[in-house]
Every structure is written in C-alpha cells, then in structure tokens.
C-alpha cells in the first residue's frame, strides 16, 4: 500500500527539542519530494519547507526557515522536522505530504507544546 | 513570495446545486495551481492539480478552471458529503503557499 506514516502525538515544554518523523512506503521514496505543513487550531494551512530524499535538497518558506529543520534518511524511507527551542506557537498539526503538490499526505502529527 | 486569496470565506449551497470557489493570487502562476479538500479531523485531499486535472479517484463533478492569476473550483452537483474546507495552493515558485481556504455548509 502506498502510504505516510507519521509518528505519534508529542507533548513538550516549551524550550525542548523535538524531532517528529513520516515514513514512505508502497512507492520509490527517494525519488518523490516530501514537504511539511502546519496547521494551528482552527487555522489553515501553512507550507514549511520541502525535501528531496534522494540528495537532500532542501528549501524553506521564508516564515520557517531557522525555525525548523527538515531533513531526511533514504535508507530507512523516512523524513524528518525537528525543531531545537520549541515554542508555544508551535502547538499545532503537522503533516507531511509527497511531492509540492501532495497527491500523498501522512495522517497528521499533533504537537502540543506547554509554556 | 505569492499570496493567495480566496473567495467566499464561507459558502452555503443546497444539495444538489452548483459551488463556485474562487481562488487569485497576487502574481502570475501559469496553471500551477492545486485544490484540495478538507474534512473535520482529516489530512487534504488533493482534488485537482495543474488548475484543472482532476485526481486519481476524484469524481466528475468537481472541476478546475482558469490560468494565469484566477482559478475557480466548480462542484457541479453537491452532495453532503462535499461539506468541508477548499484551499487553493499554487506551486508556480518553491514556496507553495496555501490560500485561507473556502468552507462549503450544506444548506
């Protein structure tokens, strides 16, 4: 079956590191990008960056860029964002999605971060 | 980096009627616009991709039109099931920014 598989909910404090993780499967991972969006409580969507698994190119929204981190493993079929000081602001639903235009999307990853 | 509107912000249409979504953005994208779906508590859906082909699996009564910076959704006979939130994306430059969506209610 062709999927994302997205890591479970986090809950953390605000200041603490979080890496969350979506892992393809069902199709040649590493030739697919993967991107990242939020979206807060109640809110839209927001696009945070894209990756290339198969050399790790990457590029950020403007909004994003030095807040996150994507990155992505092609061994394992996985791709990452992390984050080094979480804030309170970044309580939100994260998904992942194949390709700029996500014809493949992960179920969601709820982050709740604590102040 | 391009900003994407859409219109209404809110849309009530009975069943079985015609919605027509719009969706401009700020500068030229070619046909490098996408629509996708949402329901409460779900991922998007992709519905339509380059302005106006539709997704695998997506039925015929939705449709997308329009090039350049103006694009529109057309569900052509809603159902219940279409209740939910529309957002437009374009990808014509590597910031694929998202409009603030639509909401379809069923009246």
């Known amino acids: 079956e062709v999927q994302l598989v997205q890591s479970g909910a986090e809950e953390r404090e605000a200041g603490q590191s979080l890496k969350i993780s979506c892992q393809g499967s069902?199709?040649?991972?590493?030739?697919?990008?993967i991107g990242w969006v939020r979206q807060k409580p109640g809110k839209g969507l927001e696009w945070m960056g894209i990756i290339y698994p198969g050399d790790s190119e990457t590029r950020y929204s403007p909004s994003f860029q030095g807040q996150v981190t994507i990155s992505a493993d092609k061994s394992t079929m996985t791709a990452y964002l992390q984050w080094s000081s979480l804030k309170a602001s970044d309580t939100a639903m994260y998904y992942c999605?194949?390709?700029?235009?996500?014809?493949?999307w992960g179920p969601g990853t709820l982050v709740t971060v604590s102040s | 980096e391009i900003v994407m509107t859409q219109s209404p912000a809110t849309l009530s249409v009975s069943p079985g009627e015609r919605a027509t979504l719009s969706c401009r953005a700020s500068?030229?994208?070619?046909?490098?616009l996408a629509w996708y779906q949402q329901k409460p508590g779900q991922a998007p859906r992709l519905l339509i991709y380059?302005?106006?082909t539709r997704a695998t699996g997506i039925p015929a009564r939705f449709s997308g039109s329009g090039s350049g910076a103006d694009f529109t959704l057309t569900i052509s006979s809603l159902q219940s099931e279409d209740s939910a939130v529309y957002y437009c994306q374009q990808y014509n430059d590597w910031v694929f920014t998202f409009g603030p969506g639509t909401k379809v209610d069923i009246k």
């Open positions: 380059d302005a106006s």
């Open positions: 500068q030229s994208l070619s046909s490098n």
């Open positions: 069902g199709y040649r991972f590493v030739n697919y990008w």
């Open positions: 999605a194949r390709r700029g235009v996500g014809d493949l």
